[in-house]
């Protein structure tokens, strides 16, 4: 039996004194070669052009001897081997301690496939010479901009507000008139009647100015599926849009880190809607209506209190879901067929990947990491490490007593989707999916709410 306990890793934080906050940001290009296979979909792609460049972005931040960092990644995910290496790497140069370093990826699905991810990303060219190499030098690329980052810090002042944007969200998850629960029915589906979740509007902005008031970076959370853009094409979705448009109207320049919220079950996809919602203008649309938000709520914008910065983090072990011998050898016989190119059904495919992985890991539960980063007590920026489903990242707003939090999923790892107790009984592709078992989303989401609190009353 599983113990469902949470493991303290490690909990940091600087003198109690206040201090000056100091703040850098910096971008490093991460684009990979032509002919890379591509992340994201269960079928082979190899990337023929690139529509705009993937960055590594990193905020430093510095203040009573503590330092941390923040990066938001243009990929899939974080895999937890990446995550070690940055930190690694970033801790001998600046020397910023591990426990202060948050690794996030926006999970645009127009990146490069990543080794270390398990035999579905092994298919689609993970393994092989071009995606090794290009693993290989990525750590090094997403240290040095928190190494730029950090020799770019000056005296700064933390602002923050929230503002709303409900227009271009869905719950992908819908009841169907025959009684389940479908994912993704499709535009105009008359067998649709509802959402069977909620959806997150809130949009955390926290802008850095020098001394000056000059904008130094912005940090931007909102919770969408990155999947507008599908293709052969490199891109960092929607994103790219608004890092353009926000350093246009602020000024250059300006480093934009855009946070991947809680959406696991949460795409662009309004099935009420009859026009198509694919491709590169559809990228540039959403982009448009969220940088046109974040300028909205320039005006609300409050400067934060000085206090201290302020890292926790700990790891909470995920029980498996149950896999029988039998599922066993079905799954290999499906990773067989496709990978010898004779096909397998989408559900096949996805529950079949999903016992390999589940029984690789021999009965040993997820290691999960969840962490806090915080300034004062009024900004929290939180990490998850999985898709994870909107109303749990909901929950970990209302539990949090900082007056602005920013929670990012597939950060400092990945275990994949990790649904709320409330869909296990649905069903359906996330769940199916899923390498945890029923309750982990309330495990991570549990461990958070105790990160948080003790970050805002430590003394």
């Known amino acids: 039996m599983i113990a469902s306990g949470i493991l303290l890793l490690a909990a940091w934080g600087g003198p109690s004194g206040d201090g000056e906050l100091r703040a850098g940001a910096a971008a490093e290009k991460i684009t990979p070669p032509l002919g890379i296979g591509m992340a994201g979909y269960y079928h082979k792609r190899a ?4 529509h705009d ?18 990066v938001a990644l243009d990929l899939i995910s974080t895999p937890r081997w990446l995550v070690e290496e940055v930190r690694r790497e970033v801790e001998r140069d600046p020397g910023i301690p591990p426990e202060t370093v948050l690794v996030h990826a926006t999970h645009a699905h127009t990146g490069p496939v990543l080794p270390g991810r398990g035999p579905r990303d092994e298919i689609l060219g993970a393994d092989a010479d071009p995606a090794r190499r290009y693993a290989a030098e990525l750590p090094g690329k997403i240290a040095r901009a928190v190494r730029r980052a950090w020799e770019a810090r000056v005296p700064a002042a933390a602002w923050s507000a929230s503002g709303r944007e409900d227009s271009i969200a869905f719950n992908r ?12 029915p499709g535009k105009l589906n008359p067998n649709t009647v509802r959402p069977a979740g909620p959806v997150d509007p809130e949009l955390p902005v926290v802008l850095f100015r020098d001394a000056k008031k000059k904008p130094l970076a912005v ?54 809607w009859g026009e198509p919602q694919k491709g590169h203008g559809n990228a540039v649309r959403m982009g448009t209506i969220l940088a046109a938000e974040v300028l909205r709520t320039l005006p609300r914008l409050r400067a934060a209190e000085p206090g201290p910065l ?34 397998a059904k989408f559900m096949e495919q996805v529950e079949a990947f999903k016992v ?41 707003k209302h539990d949090s007593p900082f007056r602005t939090t920013q929670v990012a999923e597939l950060a400092n790892g990945s275990v994949g989707y990790v649904p709320s107790r409330r869909a296990w009984a649905q069903g359906n592709y996330e769940v199916v999916s899923a390498r945890c078992a029923e309750g982990s989303g309330e495990l991570l989401a549990a461990a958070v709410a105790r990160l948080l609190r003790a970050n805002f009353t430590a003394e």
Not at 53 to 70: F, M, N, P, Q, Y
Not at 174 to 183: A, F, L, N, P, S
Not at 357 to 382: C, N, T
């Open 47 to 50: 990337a023929e052009g690139v």
């Open 53 to 70: 460049d993937l960055h590594a972005k990193a905020l430093v931040l510095e203040s009573g001897g503590t330092r941390a960092a923040i």
């Open 173 to 184: 998850r819908y009841h169907m008139k025959d009684g389940t629960v479908g994912w993704n």
């Open 219 to 272: 940090s931007v959370n909102y919770a969408v599926h990155l999947d507008n853009v599908g293709g052969l094409e490199i891109s960092a979705d929607l994103p790219a849009t608004v890092a353009r448009l926000l350093e246009e109207a602020l000024g250059a320049p300006l480093t934009t880190l855009y946070l991947t919220g809680c959406c696991g079950d949460v795409n662009h996809i309004d099935v009420n």
């Open 310 to 343: 302020r890292a926790r983090r700990e790891v909470v072990p995920l029980p498996l879901p149950p896999v029988t011998p039998d599922e066993v050898e079905r799954a290999r016989e499906v990773r067989e067929r496709v990978r010898q190119g004779k096909g």
């Open 356 to 396: 390999l992985d589940v029984a690789a890991r021999e009965g040993r539960p997820l290691e999960a990491e969840v962490q806090v980063i915080s300034l004062g007590r009024e900004i929290a920026w939180v990490a998850l490490p999985g898709e994870i489903f909107v109303e749990l990242g909901l929950a970990v």
